[in-house]
């Protein structure tokens, strides 16, 4: 009998130990899976601030379509509303309201009944103006948060430190969706500000984005269900993290949630003697704020029926069952221990490092797999599957099923690539297309690089999809190529309208101004010896007729040159002169002694481009000599001018204003050609141009020196 009492003792204590393992396994899942649900809240609000940074003003609309594609109902079903509340001075507070009021991104009613609430004067205020779900939270559209000490005292502790706040007090919400909840905040800094000082902080404070919770929704989704049958969980908020914590914490003021409670419930029930009861409390930070989390059980509730009857079975066959005793004893140490290392597997870290991974890969549509050179197995990520449009296979995916997934035109690239690889240990990377089951088709990045474990060598690699960037370069190419085509579109008919311009001026001004001219000039020689003081006026008339024939030919000139119509070689020449004579530049052009024979639209564009560098030349070159040389080569004519000025400057050449050197490469690009430029500061500059010929070509000659000045 004294033996089969000491077994029904021991008994009971292992089924005891067994269960109070279990209870604090389910503790530590409860608690992890709480710390989890609420850093993804706090990720999640991140990612909202991050919205304010893109812009220097996010609008109602925008913050809109940001939340509802993050699907909250779905994704953070404990997130009951997701706001902007901007920082308002006094004297911005009722051009704020009619701001507000007049707001129809939204409703097309706007909010005629918007007022900033509670009344009364402040010296600042930090009002609810964008809210999400507007439909659930509309109740507290307007409230000005700066009016609630604790709020206002969490959002300056915020705003001072640039770190998540929180007052750490439940809020009853009305409206649509009662709940009492508890509301964290992010501040918002002006872009570009420096944030090293409170005071900078401060300075650059305009506002913040703040999320409020659903404290019994956050609990019930992060805890099991099934748990909460038998266990009692209780979380209380215990002060910052930063400064000491008070005494007596257990206590309703700090009650957040009570699973065996209503929600918001103060009063705390008073727990079973700690001899009937398993209890475990732990401390989790949450932001600026530490919470305490209780979890307890009754030994009774933890036990099931095998269990209870046990004892007296072992008590009333011991004597005569002592082997089967050892062994349920024994089994039931051998579960104890499964038990804890079980627990000591499934670490914090090694769950969250593995859905942080899972997650970051998703998001950058970046997958990644493992190669086994030798026997050509491959171990896929969930985004490598993901990015195929493949279920996950039951057996690890074959090298030849990745290959059988890659576009046939780019198969035979992949695999020279992997294989160069393997055998050199160099990293691979190319961008190629993959086949989906649908036949559809995707864009690709694949980068490899060889590695090696403790047993054999690995190929590992990643794939990312950057199909949706495809499409945008391809986009941006079309987009060029259409504003290049309109452009040399615009430059021909500018040249028809200024042939058209110049030859209307000379045959119908011209004439006009001949015949005015000879009538003039009739009336001089009459007047000469007949009237005197006349024929001075005529003389003056005659004058003025010659200025103007002379200010024509310089604006047809100007224009279209007449020289153009004799031969590009003549035009260039004609420049030159006119370049010298205006600036006072030495220039020299050394050209062939044939004709170039281009059509219009070269000869014009070379003529142009000629008369940019040339006008360049002289406002910011400061050169003293110039050298242009035009010749054949092959089948391109080139153009170089060179100048000993003082150069240009590499951050010049992008300069906003740069319109000139611009309109040269789009004319030359028009035409199929190519742009150079050859510069340094002080060392002078070099503009080099070729040009395919089309048309019938000359054979180049020697150059010789046609004119120098």
Known sequence: MAISFALSVLTTRAIEDKNETHFAYQA???????????????????????????????????????????????????????????????????????????????????YPDFAIKPAGDRSEYHVLTYLEPMETN??????????????????????????????????????????????????????????DTVEQRRAAYYGSVGAGFDVSMLMLGAVDRSTLNYVRVRLFDVGRHDEPLASGTISPENLLFDSAAPVGHRHVQPSSLAGEMFV?????????????????????QMVDSLDAYLPWIVLTSGMLSTVLLYSIYYSMMTARRR??????????????????????????????????????????SAETYRIFGVDRLLDEPHFEFFLHHI??????KV????????????????????????????????????GHDDRSMLLRGTIMDISERKLTVEALKRSQDLLRELTAYQDRVKED??????????????????????????????????????????????????????????????????????????????????????????????????????????????????????????????????????YQENDRLVMTVTDNGVGIYPDRRKASQSFGLVGVEERIHALNGEFRINSAPGKGTTLTVYLPIETEKELPSPATLVSSD
């Not at 969250?352 to 491959?378: F, N």
């Open 28 to 110: 530590n899942n409860a608690q992890l899976a709480i710390q989890a649900r609420i850093q993804s809240y706090i990720d999640m609000l991140h990612s909202v601030r991050a919205l304010f940074y893109t812009s220097d003003r996010i609008t109602r609309e925008q913050f809109h379509d940001y939340v509802q594609k993050l699907n909250l109902e779905q994704s953070f079903p404990g997130i009951k509303s997701l706001n902007f509340a901007p920082r308002v001075l006094p004297h911005e507070k009722k051009a704020f309201e009619a701001a507000v009021r007049k707001d129809t991104s939204i409703d097309p009613h706007g």
């Open 138 to 195: 509309k109740v507290v559209l307007g409230t000005d948060m700066w009016a609630l000490p604790p709020a206002a005292k969490a959002i300056a502790a915020s705003r001072d430190t640039g770190k998540l706040g929180s007052s750490g007090k439940l809020i009853e919400i009305n409206g649509p969706d009662p709940h009492v909840g508890i509301a964290m905040r992010l501040p918002l800094y002006r872009r570009g500000k420096p944030l």
């Open 280 to 300: 475990k409390r732990v401390t989790m930070t949450v932001g600026p704020r530490v919470w305490e989390a209780e979890f307890s059980a009754s030994k009774l």
């Open 339 to 380: 038990a804890v290392e079980l627990a000591q597997e499934m670490t914090k870290d090694l769950r969250t490092s593995e859905a942080s991974l899972a997650e970051a890969q998703h998001m950058a549509r970046l997958g990644s797999w493992v190669l086994e050179p030798g026997s050509g197995k491959m171990k896929w």
């Open 407 to 412: 576009h046939s035109e780019d198969r035979q």
């Open 415 to 450: 695999r020279a690539g992997l294989d160069h690889s393997i055998m050199t240990g160099e990293e691979f990377t190319l961008e190629h297309r993959i086949t989906l089951a649908d036949g559809s088709m995707r864009w690709v990045q694949t980068i490899s690089r060889l």
């Open 497 to 630: 309208e200024r042939k058209r311009i110049a030859r209307e001026i000379h045959d119908e001004l011209g004439q006009t101004l001949l015949a005015l001219r000879i009538d003039v000039s009739m009336l001089d020689a009459r007047t000469a010896h007949s009237h005197p003081h006349l024929n001075e006026k005529v003389r003056g008339a005659l004058n003025h007729i010659d200025a103007t024939v002379k200010t024509i030919r310089t604006i047809i000139n100007n224009l279209r040159p007449a020289v153009l119509d004799l031969g590009l070689t003549a035009a260039i020449e004609w420049q030159v002169a006119e370049f010298r004579r205006r600036s006072g530049i030495a220039c020299d052009l050394l050209i062939g002694d044939k004709e170039f024979i281009v059509d219009d639209a070269r000869a014009t564009s070379l003529f142009r481009i000629l008369q940019e560098s040339l006008t360049n030349v002289i406002r910011h070159a400061n050169a003293t000599h110039v050298t242009i040389e035009l």
